[in-house]
């Protein structure tokens, strides 16, 4: 059974801190996808990433993609208020039509 | 930006009682999906669904479970004889392709009480 692990669960900050989070599988995966959600709303993608070693970044985020296509981890810098929400890594696996979910982590930022 | 929408919102429903979802995709979208996500629990694949044939279910989608692209817009998912363990948030997904760069996109959902 495949399965992404999020590591930390929770998360809660103060403004302006920084912070990183991790999504770690013994699968290999054909791309990699980050997504935020809200309470009440679907998960919103926020990147995908494709090649082994991948670094992407989105104003204050910063994703990693392992050499391995394993892991993946998400940095954000100085984090505010507004980046408050549940972090969702996802992956699809050459082959199938199926796309896993990790296991999330709820980060609440402190004003 | 095209979007897929669900509804309803909210469903309240008995259990034992047959429920259909409703999802439109996006227009040029190929391939289709149902996820569930009780109450503070991770995101669960159910169903993919291409070229009008499930492509992958998980073994949460069992006998009562079945999906349906009746009119070439919606996609539907049905479960026969709810219960009490299918309250969750369900939501339905669509992508373009089913390459590495195409993301999934989510619809808001749709919140099933069985009660």
């Known amino acids: 059974t495949q399965l992404l692990e999020q590591s930390p669960q929770f998360l809660s900050i103060q403004e302006g801190e920084n912070l990183t989070v991790y999504c770690n599988s013994s699968?290999?995966?054909?791309?990699l996808q980050w997504y935020r959600q809200e309470p009440g709303e679907g998960p919103v993608l926020l990147v995908t990433?494709?090649?082994?070693?991948e670094v992407k970044k989105l104003k204050r985020l910063t994703f990693q993609f392992g050499d391995a296509r394993k892991d993946s981890s998400l940095h954000i810098t100085a984090a505010q208020p507004g980046d408050t929400g549940l972090y969702l890594c996802?992956?699809?696996?050459?082959?199938?039509?199926?796309?896993?979910f990790g296991t999330g982590t709820r980060l609440k930022v402190l004003a | 930006e095209p979007e897929v929408t669900q509804t309803p919102s909210h469903q309240v429903t008995q259990m034992g009682q047959e429920v259909i979802l409703r999802c439109v995709p996006i227009s040029n979208h190929l391939y289709f999906y149902w996820y569930r996500q009780i109450l503070g629990q991770k995101v669960e694949f159910l169903v993919s669904f291409y070229n009008n044939e499930i492509s992958e279910k998980s073994e949460i989608f069992d006998d009562q479970f079945s999906v349906e692209r009746p009119d070439g817009s919606n996609f539907t998912l049905k479960i026969r004889s709810t219960k009490l363990e299918d309250s969750a948030m369900y939501f339905c997904?669509?992508?373009?392709?089913?390459?590495?760069?195409?993301?999934?996109?989510f619809g808001n959902g749709t919140r099933l009480t069985v009660t």
């Open positions: 699968s290999v995966f054909s791309s």
């Open positions: 997904a669509s992508r373009p392709t089913a390459g590495g760069y195409s993301p999934l996109h």
């Open positions: 990433v494709v090649t082994g070693g």
């Open positions: 996802a992956g699809d696996t050459s082959g199938t039509y199926k796309y896993i």
